[in-house]
């Protein structure tokens, strides 16, 4: 069996680049006098990007309630 740097190829080395598992996020709607209203749960690698993925997932396609979104991190066993 060949080993990759006699074959003139560079040895596997894992990317410190390589995606973390998607971080989980609560969406809320903001509403005047009140802490929110819990929109539900979504996967995505950070905040903007939580944003982005709950507008898709939960069809939210008036502007203004789309500002009205906010996200917190959920905290997983490992965090």
Avoid at 47 to 67: C, R, V, Y
Wanted: charge should be neutral.
């Amino acid at each position: 069996m060949l080993n990759s740097t006699a074959a003139g190829l560079s040895p596997q080395v894992p990317s410190r680049a390589m995606p973390k598992k998607p971080l989980q996020w609560e969406v809320y709607r903001r509403i005047k006098g009140s802490p929110g209203a819990f929109i539900g749960i979504v996967e995505a690698p950070d905040e903007t990007s939580a944003l982005k993925t709950a507008i898709e997932e939960f069809g939210i396609i008036n502007p203004e309630h789309q500002n009205r979104l906010f996200v917190r991190r959920v905290l997983g066993d490992d965090d």
